[in-house]
């Protein structure tokens, strides 16, 4: 087990040390539309999640949801806030707000929240508790509104 945890520990670093290299040779546009992408990805899961707590609860999708919001959150995605993706360029809109760039402590904390909720989802899902599911969900639903409310703009 032990074994298990430090090869996951070691992989998430080597993913999100690669993730901000590859950030880094994106231009800005690229940088918006890879994390709107991402977060698209993410939503597509969320509502899938939402759907088997709401209908029929069907443990393994549950748990490849919730596995991919986990992976997700966990590749490194502040890298793809770089300079000059706090505006629209051409054609790739935004809506992250200026004040964004302006606190990046205040939304690395809310950052690090994101990922500690997606990384308990996964955790609960794994176990097939509906219920846990359930809780776990509306948490990480909270952590993603902690930025939504404060930093995208409508």
Same mark, same amino acid.
């Given at each position: ?5 430090? &090869? ?10 690669? &993730?901000?290299?590859l ?9 918006i ?65 200026p004040?964004f ?20 989802l ?33």
């Open positions: 087990m032990k074994r298990l945890i430090a &090869s996951t520990a070691a992989g998430l670093l080597a993913l999100s040390l690669a &993730s901000v290299v950030a880094a040779s994106l231009s800005p546009e690229e940088q539309k890879t994390r709107q992408a991402g977060y698209a990805f993410m939503g597509w899961n969320m509502k899938k999640i939402k759907a088997n707590l709401e209908g029929d609860y069907n443990p393994e999708q549950v748990k490849a949801a919730a596995n991919a919001i986990a992976a997700i959150a966990n590749s490194g995605m502040g890298a793809l806030y770089g300079p000059g993706t706090d505006k629209d360029i051409g054609s790739v809109k935004t809506r992250v707000k004040e760039f302006q606190n990046m402590g205040e939304v690395g904390q809310i950052a690090r929240n994101f990922i500690a909720k997606a990384d308990a996964a955790a609960a899902a794994a176990t097939g508790d509906e219920q846990g599911v359930a809780g776990a969900f509306a948490e990480l639903g909270e952590a993603c509104k902690a930025c939504h409310t404060k930093y995208r703009a409508d």
